[in-house]
């Protein structure tokens, strides 16, 4: 699959970037997402954000009650649960059998109609076919190979029926490269005390590698690495329109703005034709 791949290798500073993973970043996606990343970044505390993600899905999806709609790469419900409060019937996947364990869970103390499946968003299809369906949060492009990436998209048209739109929230890489930060260090308060995340980042072979640090209070470390291609809003327009979805629409956030590269996200939507 051939896409418009102009960027640049940001030089590396060796000093800066260790990749403190052994096995490298093959399949790194099967071991990053953990319970630390979930504390940190699926807390359902976000409370504005949330909100207006899960409004922004309603509208823009256009789902209604009682309808069926799929979340791939749903993490610990997060998304799936307030949608499903809201009324909808949910089918959400995950590769993290803990998150799609934590998700059930939920669901099923407050009796929300979920289906959560414990699989792998490259090979699952929903078996029963929805109204709509998203893939949220750079949930996508961390396959090394286009073909594999493109695979995920195909999954979610495959899922849908005709009329369905779809979602995809991935960050816009104009944006990266605009306000490329090769270093970012932030504190969160977690129960185990103040934890700090350092970040370090490069550009390398069209992609954002990252090495994540997470530093605990009594100095305990623990590394991983990610890759994500550098698809821009572009290469991801031409992706929906090869999947075969049309009047495509890309966003810049969740309030409604524009695609802008002074903004991070590039939310594109897509509708499988009738
Ligand atoms: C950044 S989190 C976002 C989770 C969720 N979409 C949200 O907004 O909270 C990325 C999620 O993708 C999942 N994931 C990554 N690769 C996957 C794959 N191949 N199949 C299914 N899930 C995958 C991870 O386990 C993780 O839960």
């Known amino acids: 699959m051939m896409l418009k791949k102009t960027f640049k290798n940001i030089p590396l500073d060796p000093a800066l970037f260790k ?3 052994p096995k490298g970043s093959l399949d790194w996606w099967a071991t990053f997402y953990d319970e630390h990343f979930a504390d940190f970044f699926m807390a359902v505390a976000d409370g ?9 899905l309603r509208k823009r999806l256009g789902i209604q009650k009682a309808q069926r709609v799929f979340d791939q790469c749903c993490g610990n419900g997060r998304l799936s649960l307030p949608l499903a409060e809201a009324g909808a019937h949910l089918v959400g ?3 993290n059998s803990d998150y799609i364990q934590k998700a059930t869970a939920r669901a099923q ?3 929300f109609a979920c289906d959560f499946y414990a699989a792998d968003a490259y ?3 929903s078996p029963a076919v929805c109204d709509a369906a998203f893939n949220w949060y ?3 492009g961390f396959a090394a190979s286009d073909d594999q990436n493109f695979q995920m998209l195909q999954n ?4 849908l029926k005709p009329g369905g739109s779809y979602a995809l929230d991935y960050f816009n890489a104009e944006h990266v490269l605009k306000f490329f930060k090769k270093l970012m260090r932030r504190e969160y308060v977690t129960s185990a005390g103040h934890v700090e995340l350092v970040r370090e980042s490069r550009i390398h072979s069209s992609r954002m590698e990252q090495c994540w640090t997470y530093v605990w209070p009594d100095g305990r470390q623990v590394s991983k690495t990610s890759s994500f291609a550098l698809y821009t809003p572009g290469d991801i327009a031409g992706m929906f329109t090869k999947s075969g979805f049309i009047t495509i629409e890309q966003y810049g956030d969740v309030w409604g703005a524009g695609l802008s590269a002074n ?3 590039c939310i594109c939507i897509g509708r499988k034709p009738v």
Do not use: P, Y
């Not at 504005?48 to 922004?56: H, K």
């Not at 979610?156 to 899922?159: I, K, N, Q, W």
């Open 109 to 111: 103390f407050k009796n």
């Open 263 to 265: 903004l991070h996200r």
């Open 156 to 159: 979610a048209f495959a899922s």
């Open 123 to 125: 090979e699952f299809v």
């Open 48 to 56: 504005d954000e949330l909100e207006a993600t899960v409004d922004f």
């Open 138 to 140: 750079t949930s996508f």
């Open 19 to 21: 990749t403190k993973d």
């Open 93 to 95: 996947v995950d590769l």
